[in-house]
């Protein structure tokens, strides 16, 4: 029967061994196989049981003289480490050894408690502590991971699958070493950057090693990333991990407007289109983000690179807050005023007159006291629009609300100007344009007021 020799060679060193809690670790088996040993080795009279305790047998003595424990590192595969975990050694992993490393995963990557007692917690004794047989090998394989050049995952198993280690190995020895290096280390799976590494991520690349590539992400070689790093963070770094991720949940964060508009610089929409549809971090900060900045790589870059950078983020960052600025500008050039409270003023001395729904609902926007001017243009604009608030708008938008701004404001100079309330001083030239202007058709009125608004 398999690992019987190991069975009870454990029972021979301790009689106590069924009591102990770490009886799995110790003997390296399941709690399965070690009841169905136990079965075998009691009904075949190779131990026994006194007060509680067992005991070799004189034919189980015999049998362990003739059937001694066997070295896993052997003559064919003398680099392998001692392995006491037997199903470390299997070539396919059982279930029991799968869930045990998920749940490993977890902990590592995710924080979840380890249970005590648990397979997940041997695998933690045996390969990942101090005194462990395999610390020397997973030296070997994070120096092989850090050296800074991608690494694929697949050729990196075959490598020590060749020495004679399984998949369960190597695998559990790259998990710490990832748990422990995942800040400087970017993970793309089929080509495609993959920005959190989790246990369902590390099951991927556990059983799919050929989709995944490795590669170190701190830079030395090149000081002026920290410069760079600097602009959207607090925190100085050459960890070009580090600086994609800002970078990221920057571009994340802008407005719907912002990440749209091509009312922004040329290098600023290169700028932002070349992030949102960056794969590698690698390749975005050494070429793409340079070239379209400064048309040159990394390498080539000085200080410029810097103050590009800052120039498009600052433009970005500011690009919604600017159009709502210029919308509020163009609203009050519209309706000839200088503040709210005067246009207040003068909805509220026309109010009497003003009959379409249009302008009545736009009066109750404009004479709002309790908003800041921010809310106050923001609710203007989205009323008149019909539509989304405007850090949700497009280019269209903005065009569109000046169009219908410029036609809210003429029909409110009509209204004035028959009430007698003008305070705009409307030359006679102007009162003729505006007749001429209201006799003509919708259509040939968009026109024109399409052609002022975008003057």
Known sequence: MEHLNKFLSCVKKESTIFKNPEINFIIGLTNTQIKDLKKFAVSNGLIKEEKKEYFLTTKGTEYLKTNPIKSWCNEEFPERPEINLEYLKLGKMPPTLTKAIRCLARHLLEGD?????????????????????????KNEIEKIILQGEKIKLENLFNKFIS???TKSIIGIL???????????????????????????????????????????????????LKDISTVL???SSNNILDITKTLIYFIRDLEKY?????????????????????????????????????????????????????????ELKNATKNMIKEIHKFFFESFNTKSRKELSERFENSKEYIG??????????????DADDTLWINRIATFIN?????????????ADFKVKVKDLSIKFYTIEATAGKTEVGLSKDFEKVLKKLIELSRPEQNVILYKIANN
């Open 356 to 369: 379409g729904k249009e302008l009545k609902i736009l009066l109750n926007n404009v004479v709002e006291k």
């Open 386 to 398: 019909k539509s989304r608030v405007p850090k949700d708008w497009s280019d269209e938008d903005v």
């Open 174 to 224: 790259l998990l710490d070493i990832l748990a422990r290096n995942k800040n400087i280390l970017a993970i793309y799976e089929k080509l495609q950057f993959q920005l959190k590494l989790n246990q369902l991520m590390f099951d991927r690349m556990l059983f799919c090693p050929q989709n995944f590539e490795i590669q170190k992400t701190i830079m030395d070689n090149y000081p002026i």
């Open 113 to 137: 408690e380890l249970k005590k007692y648990s397979i997940e917690e041997s695998l933690m004794k045996e390969l990942l502590s101090e005194n462990s047989t395999c610390t020397k090998l």
């Open 258 to 314: 912002t990440l749209n508009t091509e009312r922004l610089s040329k290098k600023t929409i290169r700028f932002r289109n070349v992030i949102m549809n960056a794969k590698d971090p690698i390749s975005l900060f050494y070429r793409d983000i340079p070239k379209v900045l400064t048309g040159k790589t990394l390498a080539e870059c000085d200080y410029e690179l810097v103050e590009e950078y800052k120039n498009s983020a600052n």
């Open 233 to 235: 963070s607090k925190q």
């Open 163 to 165: 020495l004679g280690l």
